[in-house]
């Protein structure tokens, strides 16, 4: 293999290569070789530590350089040694140097998290040992596709052959085995040079790449331009009169004039102004950003947005998620296990995470799956983690900017990993840890003597405007004067107090029918006839609804027509939904799934309140909900 020409700086693609490898395998020899031999380093500065190794009378090592550079970062000046950059003809490349044996995993999820390719060094007098093994393991998990092999300090094993064939063939069938295909296994020393950046004339019997030209040869693994809009947003600044929202492109590009959503809230608006400084000439804004680019944008109009959503288009946005499935290596002490509460980070997002369930777990060291209630250190499994809010997420196959999830444990990254799938957010809790629920003094016998009904939820769909919440006040006020235990819980009224933190995305709406669900059965198993107004939308929520209440649950449709409800439009909404105020409003510009089968269907367009609320009352007195015959009393109100 020969190094390509070298490519002009603005046509050089930008590679993130993570380089892993025990503790002594010779890391810091290797990249300070490197640094040496692509330019990256002044001569007088070789020249300055050679002479300080001379007065000290010490050999000179490559690894001295990394050190140097290290305490010029530790005293502000200016290169950051975890993140060390240089070029080769044709890249960019950004290495992602760990230092330290005990950090390296935990800083290796979160900066391998980030990378495209990967350097695997062993040491060709040790071999492959089980933290190679679990290191290897570790870039399957992260995804990481791109794997050179580099056999350091063949100088120990006479650049003998068989030595390094053992090596490269027990560490490719090990790769193998994950998925990864190892795509060169070098032999080298990166302390004499040989197989760096020239061709060792000691290995005459290899003809493969140097790792300088491996490295020439990575690509970026996923092409950020081509992928969907994601800019995750790091912070909204207030500037005189404008809100600026300003982040990084991870994936796809970004256009002045463009409608974008923000997710997980849902909101929409166009992108008006994209702003630079110091402030273009006029006519030389920019009106266009790429993936890589840092961006700081104006919105068309006043909306509250923040740290940790995630912008995109609108038809290809990521899911609104309290539900993620995740592969994750452990590293904490304490096992991870269900019930165990973490801070999942995402992005720029954050959220505190319960384990709803472990699934397989594997020891990378051995690659041995065995079932298990919880994942110990070091240890490799799949969990389904419940958010405590919701977050934007995408699996990690669709967009790998914004599919790796890291955790923190008490204050430090415990185990980070990849998201495997975006899960419905309701359909499994996570069993409550340390809590002793307390049960009612009252029986239901004693409830059902007093009020003369068991409990039972009543809950009222449609458009807004049709008419639910009138027909369950009158119902409310019937019961009531009967001797009944009615409450109203009316979607709106909530919405101001209990459910105020909600917008109205999709993932939003079902949070909101979620919490009515839970404080409706809550009341139920209290003996309250409760009836909840709200329009509830989605089929599938309504769906998840039914299974939190289980028995004694009658959906009611409502079904009032489009034109009758906007007519009435009893709070000025549709009107404003016309105008453009409003988005997402449904039966204008969202939908409204009508119930497949519900208990009841009442067309109020076609009855008054009071015929409305017989049929309710019946289909109550039907189900059984009723002990004792109720006598007529007073329906005011109707």
């Not at 002009?8 to 395998?25: C, Q, S």
């Not at 990378?115 to 998990?141: K, M, N, P, S, W």
């Not at 923000?262 to 400084?277: D, H, L, R, Y």
Request: glycine share 10%; hydrophobic share 45%; net charge negative.
């Amino acid at each position: 293999m020969t190094l390509p020409l070298p490519v002009p700086a603005a046509d050089r693609p930008l590679v993130r290569i993570v380089i892993v490898g025990h503790v002594d395998h010779g890391k810091s020899t290797l990249i300070g070789r490197l640094l040496h031999e692509t330019g990256g380093i002044p001569a007088q500065k070789i020249e300055q530590l050679k002479a300080m190794s001379a007065r000290r009378g010490m050999p000179f090592e490559w690894s001295f350089l990394l050190d140097s550079l290290q305490a010029e970062r530790d005293q502000g000046i200016t290169i950051d040694t975890s993140q060390i950059r240089f070029q080769t003809p044709s890249r960019d490349i950004i290495l992602i140097d760990a230092p330290g044996h005990a950090e390296f995993l935990r800083n290796m999820i979160t900066g391998a998290a980030q990378a495209d390719a990967a350097l695997l060094l062993i040491d060709a007098a040790e071999g492959v040992r089980d933290q190679t093994r679990r290191h290897g393991y570790l870039l399957h998990l992260l995804g990481v596709k791109q794997v050179t092999v580099v056999v350091n300090k063949m100088d120990r094993v006479g650049f003998d052959e068989a030595a390094f064939r053992a090596i490269e063939s027990e560490i490719t069938a090990y790769l193998a085995d994950l998925g990864v295909r190892a795509s060169a296994v070098i032999p080298i020393s990166a302390r004499e040079g040989d197989g760096v950046s020239v061709r060792g004339e000691r290995t005459p019997w290899y003809d493969g790449p140097t790792v300088l030209e491996a490295l020439d040869g990575f690509e970026p693994a996923r092409a950020p331009q081509d992928l969907a809009l994601r800019l995750p947003v790091q912070a909204v600044y207030k500037f005189d009169d404008r809100r600026i929202v300003a982040g990084r492109i991870e994936t796809g590009s970004l256009k002045v004039g463009e409608e974008i959503v923000f997710q997980p809230s849902g909101k929409t608006a166009v992108v008006k102004t994209i702003e630079s400084w110091p402030v273009p000439a006029a006519g030389k804004e920019k009106a266009l950003l790429n993936a890589g680019a840092a961006a700081a944008i104006t919105l068309d109009r006043e909306i509250f947005v923040e740290r940790g959503e995630i912008v995109s288009t609108p038809a290809s946005r990521p899911h609104a998620a309290r539900r993620l499935r995740v592969r994750l290596f452990w590293l904490a002490d304490e096992p991870l296990e269900t019930g165990t509460v973490v801070i999942a980070r995402l992005a720029t997002s954050e959220s505190r995470a319960t384990v709803a369930a472990v699934h397989e777990v594997v020891d990378p060291g051995h690659l041995s799956t065995f079932e298990s209630k919880s994942i110990g250190r070091n240890q490799v499994g799949e969990v389904e983690l419940v958010l405590s809010r919701p977050i934007a997420a995408d699996p990690h196959g669709l967009n790998p900017r914004t599919g790796r999830v890291a955790l923190e444990l008490g204050g430090r990254i415990a185990g980070g990993g990849l998201v495997i799938s975006v899960l419905d957010g309701e359909a499994t809790r996570a069993e409550p840890r340390n809590i002793t629920p307390v049960s009612s003094a009252m029986t239901e016998e004693e409830r059902v003597g007093r009020f003369g009904h068991e409990g039972a939820v009543v809950w009222l769909t449609g458009l807004s405007g049709s008419g639910k919440s009138t027909l369950a006040r009158a119902l409310e006020r019937r019961l009531f004067h009967r001797g009944g235990m009615a409450t109203l819980l009316d979607g709106d009224t909530l919405r101001a107090g209990l459910n105020s933190d909600l917008g109205f995305s999709d993932a939003d709406r079902a949070e909101n029918n979620r919490r009515l669900a839970e404080v409706a059965n809550f009341l139920k198993n209290l003996g309250h006839i409760v009836l909840v107004a709200a329009v509830s939308p989605s089929a599938a929520a309504r769906g998840k609804v039914r299974a939190i209440v289980g028995e004694r649950f009658f959906e009611v449709h409502v079904a009032t027509p489009l034109d009758v409800c906007e007519a009435r439009d009893p709070k000025g909404l549709y009107a404003k939904a016309r105008a453009g105020e409003i988005r997402g409003f449904t039966g204008i510009d969202a939908p409204y799934e009508a119930p497949a089968a519900p208990e009841l269907v009442i067309e109020n367009d076609k009855l008054d309140p009071s015929a409305g609320v017989d049929r309710l009352e019946a289909m109550l007195a039907q189900a059984g909900v009723f002990r004792r015959p109720f006598s007529a009393g007073d329906d005011a109100g109707l």
